[in-house]
């Protein structure tokens, strides 16, 4: 039975992007279902199969699974094969508390430089909050790689559903070209020059759709040819 995931918008959709990433890096086969938001078919299909009426879900024959990490963690349990926590007991308790650090925080970051990937790359001024969020995630990711990444250039060496949790905050990195440091640079080029990532991003920039509340500096900052 083939896994289907219902996304929202490309060009948007953070949450969706996480187990999108993760199943395409994984190389496991799935369908996908775009279904852009604030539509009839967004509230009539998604809807019906996700109990917050939030994307992204998994559809596993009669199994729902939505919210993002839940979604990891099925995915996870159902290949193991693909690695996608840490074979390591430590590596691995580490990655759960980042993934989880992400889809729980750092509210001021997401709120004030939302994903999208059609926005030209411009500079944003940060409020006090979101710079403390910036630097918490470098940090956060600076003892992941220093810690547990010997083996690759992921947070964990090899890519893991952290990576995927974290693939939003690269974009919105990039996007409002925020201050970091260069380790920093360096990870965020590792996960943006996955074809994965390319792919998604290239879908996001080709959609119609755009929404007032993400735009709120259009048009100056718009990449949409
Ligand atoms: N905690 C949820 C968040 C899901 C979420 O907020 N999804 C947004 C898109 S990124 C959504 O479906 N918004 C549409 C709506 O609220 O109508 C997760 O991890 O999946």
Redesign the pocket.
Known sequence: MTLTLIV??KK????????WLALCVAGIPFEEKVIP??TEE??RE?GGV?G??????LIDGDIRV??????LEYVAEKFPQAGLWPKDVAARAHARVVANEM?AGFQAMRNHLS?NFARRVIKRDLTPEVIANVRRIEALWADCRARFGKGGPFLLGAFSNADAMYAPVVGRFYTYDVDVGEETRAYMKTIMTLPAWQQWVAAGIKEPWLFAEDEVDWPQTHNLT
């Open positions: 929202g918008n948007y959709s953070s949450w969706s992007f996480r187990p938001f604030e967004f509230k998604v996700s917050t009426g939030k994307v992204p879900v939505w919210e993002s990490l839940a979604i889809h994903m």
